[in-house]
């Protein structure tokens, strides 16, 4: 997601159960409706 210039923290074993890594997205109110879209569109292209 950073290639595409989208910044997220990831999380994994021991923070996490082993096996379930999980990434959080933080939003505020300084990003617009389309920068939301564009990450929600780039997460979807990138887990099918």
Not at 1 to 22: D, K, N, W
Not at 28 to 41: C, M
Request: aromatic letters at 10%.
């Amino acid at each position: 997601l950073f290639e595409h210039g989208i910044y997220v923290t990831g999380f994994c074993y021991p923070v996490v159960p082993e096996g379930q890594a999980r990434i959080r997205l933080q939003v505020s109110d300084a990003l617009s409706y389309e920068d939301i879209d564009r990450a929600a569109d780039e997460i979807q292209e990138l887990v099918k």
